[in-house]
């Protein structure tokens, strides 16, 4: 699946919303602010952008930010 | 690289494990669950479509980890939630009993004590024989 992929030092994530609640990738994307700039567009799927501060590991970035709302979705359903 | 296991619902990609799954078998808050347990040792991604079929990528944090192995620990672990969430909702009724008791416990009318139960029969009484009693049934043994 290529749901996350690096472009221009950013990394890009694309999540359904049937799986993904926009509440908690919102939340999630709160929480991820201090790891760079985000930026969040929802159409038929959600587009959540990172431009980490660090241009280290951006793709690792991109799999906690998905692992962060996944829990954040289990433990406050 | 891809290699299928005999259901055919577990990919084994460079990097990356797929695994489909049904979700009328598999409801998305057991796969929430399972895929939050994998956490520790996985990267986890979900998509595909909640009414059909949802794919979950799994991908290992670690190099050591045996793909195909965590595969399986998932496919364990949704059958774990389910068992679970299965049990839940026939224990519902108990524990709602249970907690519903323990949290009237000190409303309830304390117990009445021993001397407050009635004894018409004289049953409570303990019956001792007296000394000149046993004195008499001595002589009569000797």
Excluded: W
Aim: proline share 4%.
């Amino acid at each position: 699946m290529n749901n996350v992929k690096i472009e221009d030092n950013k990394v890009i994530i694309v999540l359904n919303p049937l799986l993904y609640p926009i509440e908690k990738i919102k939340k999630a994307a709160l929480d991820f602010e201090k790891v760079g700039k985000i930026n969040v567009k929802q159409d038929s799927s959600i587009k959540v952008t990172i431009a980490p501060k660090v241009a280290v590991g951006i793709n690792e970035i991109g799999f906690q930010f998905c692992d962060y709302i996944l829990s954040l979705i289990q433990t406050r359903l | 690289m891809i290699e299928e296991n005999a259901l055919k619902n577990i990919e084994l990609h460079e990097g990356f494990v797929l695994i489909s799954v049904n979700p009328k078998l598999y409801p998305l808050s057991v796969i929430y669950a399972a895929a939050y347990a994998m956490l520790d040792r996985v990267h986890v991604i979900i998509d595909g479509d909640p009414e059909t079929e949802i794919l979950v990528e799994l991908r290992a944090k670690s190099k050591d980890e045996d793909l195909k192995e965590i595969a399986y620990c998932f496919n364990d672990e949704l059958i774990n939630y389910s068992i679970y969430t299965i049990q839940a909702a026939r224990n519902k009724k108990l524990r709602e009993t249970i907690v519903e008791n323990a949290l009237r416990g000190n409303l309830r009318d304390s117990i009445p004590l021993e001397a407050d139960i009635a004894d018409p029969e004289g049953i409570k009484k303990v019956k001792t024989p007296r000394k000149e009693e046993i004195s008499d049934k001595k002589e009569c043994l000797s």
